[in-house]
């Protein structure tokens, strides 16, 4: 629970670092999480050395950690309070003349009331060879009481402590974005029972294949796929929709999500741990505790910054009174107010803030990103490779075109046609079979169906033979036309298949049945490009459909015919070129493209294991707009991050330059440290509202 800013993660790693059987450290302040690869063996050993720091070690899954609160203690306010009080009440009597001995009384008054813990920590940092901003801290307002600046030394404290207070509340925010997504499941799920009652028990018991029922306006406990019942379901907690899904019969359904009107029952797919929502908080949790690359730039700055601010105010404590003559109490409180100002805190925080907020903003629009390093390089993009069926279309054949000819009655044509694909399971019959289901096209009782492979179709309806089939079929029975041809070949050149309805004399309808397109792809690759990003299709579809579908959504570039291999290599060709690429796919088919593109984004991670395990960007479900989406929010927490760095060097560069000349001030130095913390994470936390 102590362990929640990059002070003690310092502390940790000195300690830790040096041990023997100790491999590796990975610290997750976000979370207050320490993962050591260490020897069995020396378990008891490492414990021991974290609480020699002050800190109480909770094994995960341990005994501790069952027990643990969620949060710390609350502290008693009325500590701080007193100090607050004699703070002023030292101040006061300093200018009112009073005798010293009153406003040092008060000063050492306010000083033990609220800066205890900071000077126990001080120690701690201080015997292990760490000057963190307790440390600093502790030797500034010592030395500010010695040399007898006994208010200042007081406010500083005060001011320091109630600071501290903020930037903890402050964090608390951000760790609580992510933790706020494990209260969207209720605790507990309406189960049916073996003697056919129904009870409620708690949802981390109820098994797989379990009979679950939700009632309008509830919770849905755990993913599953309806058996019974229909429902308009809001996804938001998952997918980020912002319109509820109908939902019936064979559909599946997500823990977290909020039944919205019906009634249901469903089947539990995956148990408590391992449902979607539990998966992407895993998988969110997994991502702050590796490092994007400004953040680890920004920890190695640190490293080199302290040290050097440290020899700096060691210098002015010394040099000017030995060798210029200068008074040592003013060159002594000028060295103390650097080493307030010598703490990289703000520095540091400023970036897994920014990066865990980013995270939390993304996953509230239904995009799970895998690290914090993908949220960087989002807007490095310069092109990105989409898969065709499923990705930029719904992947499912539907009917785009239908005429009658020869003056036949359009709906005998429709039904003749819808008579003879309704007996056939290939995906173009069907297309022609529910478009006529969807208009009320009546079927009619065909004999002697027989299923022509490769062609069609044909059977005997009211006695009289005909045959429902593509262009090789017409053609073949010598029933095309040179009219007919043209109107074929418009069609197949907009990547359209064309299927016919002839007797044994004439053609009397034509069909178009085409993949069609989703809404959102045309408005996904419009934003990409104004968002200066280049598009290229790879599909394994011809190249007539590949160029149709292309132009439709306003791709700059379409490859057809293509096998896993070759998409893999055209990714490899626009690498080569030094561009930054990402590829889109279902994340089964389009494997080694995604894996080897800068970022690989996987469509419709709801549900799929796979998909948000292996990706390093899911969108939750199949909405392309999510692209640019992630785009926007990528530029965005970068500008945030350049601008924590500036806030926090800047507003430190600034009170190092009024400290040298003279005019710098112990409260100064507070207000340039913990005021540098507070900005930076107050500025970092606007990402959750993105």
């Not at 680890?296 to 640190?302: E, G, I, L, M, P």
């Not at 990547?495 to 408005?523: P, W």
């Not at 990402?582 to 080694?592: E, F, L, T, Y």
Request: hydrophobic fraction near 50%; proline fraction near 4%; glycine fraction near 10%.
């Amino acid at each position: 629970m102590q362990m929640d800013c990059p002070t003690e993660e310092g502390l940790l790693r000195k300690k830790l670092g040096g041990m023997t059987g100790v491999a590796g450290m990975e610290f997750n302040l976000m979370q207050r999480v320490l993962t050591v690869t260490h020897t069995p063996a020396v378990l008891d050993d490492i414990l021991a050395a974290i609480r020699s720091l002050g800190f109480t070690p909770e094994l995960a899954n341990g005994p501790e950690t069952a027990a643990a609160s969620s949060a710390e203690p609350a502290r008693p306010w009325w500590p701080l309070l007193l100090a607050g009080m004699a703070a002023v009440g030292s101040e006061a009597a300093h200018w009112a003349g009073l005798p010293v001995w009153v406003t040092a009384l008060l000063s050492v008054v306010a000083v033990l009331a609220c800066g205890i813990t900071t000077y126990k920590k001080g120690w701690i940092a201080v015997r292990n060879g760490n000057l963190n901003i307790n440390a600093l801290m502790s030797i500034a307002v010592t030395g500010a009481l010695l040399i007898g600046q006994w208010p200042e030394a007081a406010m500083v404290m005060v001011l320091f402590t109630i600071a501290e207070l903020i930037e903890a509340k402050s964090l608390d925010r951000a760790r609580n974005a992510i933790q706020g997504l494990l209260k969207l499941t209720p605790e507990q799920a309406n189960v049916l029972q073996a003697d056919g009652s129904w009870q409620a028990q708690p949802a981390r018991a109820v098994p797989l294949d379990a009979r679950v029922r939700v009632r309008p306006g509830e919770r849905i406990a755990l993913d599953g796929r309806i058996v019974s019942g229909r429902s308009a379901i809001n996804q938001a907690p998952i997918t980020g929709e912002s319109l509820p899904v109908e939902k019936a019969e064979g559909d599946q359904v997500f823990a977290g999500t909020i039944n919205e009107s019906g009634s249901f029952e469903y089947l539990v797919t995956a148990v408590a741990n391992d449902s979607t929502l539990a998966r992407i908080i895993h998988a969110i949790e997994a991502a702050q505790g590796a490092r994007a690359p400004t953040q680890r730039f920004v920890d190695q700055f640190a490293r080199v910054y302290t040290p050097i601010v440290f020899a700096i105010a060691l210098g002015v404590a010394i040099a000017p009174p030995l060798f210029f003559g200068g008074e040592w109490f003013a060159w002594i409180y000028k060295a103390l107010v650097l080493l307030v100002i010598a703490c990289p805190c703000a520095l540091v925080i400023s970036t897994p803030v920014t990066i865990v907020s980013g995270l939390a903003a993304a996953a509230r629009h239904g995009i799970l990103v895998k690290g914090g390093v993908y949220l960087e390089e989002g807007r490095k993009l310069a092109w990105l490779a989409l898969d065709k069926t499923g990705t930029l279309t719904h992947g499912k054949p539907a009917q785009t075109d239908f005429a009658a000819l020869n003056e036949w009655d359009a709906a005998t044509v429709r039904s003749l046609a819808a008579s003879l694909a309704a007996r056939s399971d290939h995906p173009v019959s069907r297309a022609l079979s529910e478009a006529a289901g969807r208009d009320g096209i009546p079927l009619m009782e065909v004999e002697g169906f027989e299923a022509l492979p490769g062609r069609g179709t044909q059977g005997l309806i009211d006695g009289k033979r005909y045959c429902l089939g593509n262009h090789r079929l017409i053609h073949e029975r010598g029933l095309c036309s040179d009219a007919l041809e043209t109107r074929l070949g418009a069609l197949e050149e907009q990547g359209k298949t064309v299927i016919l309805l002839a007797d044994e004399r004439s053609v009397h309808g034509l069909f178009a049945v085409a993949d069609t397109v989703k809404d959102s792809s045309r408005q996904a690759i419009t934003e990409l490009h104004a968002l200066g990003i280049k598009t290229l299709m790879l599909t394994g579809d011809n190249a007539h459909t590949a160029r149709a579908i292309a132009q439709q959504v306003g791709i700059d570039e379409a490859r057809g015919d293509l096998l896993p291999e070759d998409k893999l290599r055209l990714i490899e060709e626009r690498l080569a070129q030094g561009a930054a690429v990402g590829m889109v796919g279902d994340g089964i088919n389009d494997a080694p493209a995604l894996a080897r593109a800068d970022i690989g984004f996987a469509m419709g991670a709801a549900g799929t294991g796979t998909a948000i395990e292996t990706a390093d960007v899911a969108l939750m479900d199949d909405d392309l707009r999510k692209l640019p989406r992630f785009v926007r929010l990528s530029r965005h927490t970068h500008n945030l991050l350049v601008q924590n760095i500036v806030l926090a060097l800047g507003i430190k560069a600034v009170f190092l330059v009024l400290t040298l000349t003279g005019t710098g001030t112990m409260w100064m130095a507070v207000f340039a440290d913990v005021g540098a913390s507070l900005l930076v994470v107050a500025n970092g936390l606007r990402l959750l509202r993105a």
